[in-house]
């Protein structure tokens, strides 16, 4: 149990509380920053990987008045996908599953986005159409093993480059998702440009080795993700598009060997684009473990922060202290919570007031039924099973 020591000195001040006071995020209007980050569950139904009821139980739990929401990853065609059970947005059936969604989050005056995504190399044969071999910006394997469509643990496949020609239809694929998203009803969507998936296996020069347009020079390695980034905002108004960025983050085997030139490009080029934010992810925090933050880890909010002036979103490690801090301070706009959120449904109204918090069980992140996903208390119903 955490308890929030901080709310005391706001109240005994009276000073408004950072955490909530209203924002905008282009075309999205915020009563408060206290984001849900996006978080890959694996509950979607089967077969057809279908959004559905349970899944609109949860985020209609965790919806709140003028609070964002952004969904978990969402493969944006059967290629995009690398793990078992996660949703798409490429059918009819998860258009529909999804509006689902995105009314019982409306309905409690909540915003949602959908974060879409391609895994690129972190996937399996298994999971593929036609059991072809996952692909990435080079031949290049990820270190390490992964779980397969039957649930074992299987060395990673070296995967396999995308020929040139290839890319413009995976930039077609994300628009094609971005306008199923408007579709299903969403505010808006955040391209997943973070964590090691394809568009950062295309940023970093540890899993990029082309020689073409789209490798070598930072400029080349960003070329794909920025081709999607104004591609989505072609279609939906750049207020509607964010993109997720996790600068200096090692997961996934990422590894580029002039980082700070290349966060440093993106950071000047995503600020010409006017988009609803950028969300970076803290590499002092690594949610695979819960291990205390790393405090000598960089400050991706404030790095960014110098070159990009549009509304930042950071996102990692947070607790009460930090966030309001991190707001106050204004080294970021918004504070996004990813394993807090899983804990305590309510979890904005529990840092508003300084509830106890109830720890996540990290048994139940990943595929089940509504155990350790919808039957967490929220804070004045002890009458529900609390899993920690
Ligand atoms: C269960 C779980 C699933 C996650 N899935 C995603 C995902 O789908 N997309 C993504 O960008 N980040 C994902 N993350 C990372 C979170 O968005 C967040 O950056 C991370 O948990 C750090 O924030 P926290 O310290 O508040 O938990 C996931 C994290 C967890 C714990």
Redesign the pocket.
Known sequence: MLRSRFITFWNATVQPDPLFSPLKLGALELKHRVVM?????MRSAQPGNVPHALNAEYYGQRASEGGLL?T??TDITPQAQGYRGTPGLYTAEQIAGWRAVTDAVHAKGGVIVS?I?HVGRISHSSLQPNGALPVGPSAVRPAGDHTNASGQSVPFETPRALEENELAGIVADFVAAARNAQEAGFDGVEV?G??GYLLDQFLRNGSNQRTDRYGGSVENRARLLLEVVDAVIAVLGAPHVGV?L?PWNGFNDMFDSEGEALWNYLAAELDKRDLAYLHV??PR?D??TDLPVNDSAPDAAGHFKAIFKGSLIS????VAETARAAVADTRAHAI???????GNPDLPERLRIGATLTRQDRAT??GGDHRGYTDYAFHEDASLSCPA
Do not use: C, D, K
């Open positions: 980050a996006p978080m890959t569950r952004i978990e990853a974060q995504w997943h973070a964590n997720r996790s992810v803290e925090s949610f695979t996102t990692g490690g947070y996004g919570f990813g394993r807090l959120f899983i992140f990943y």
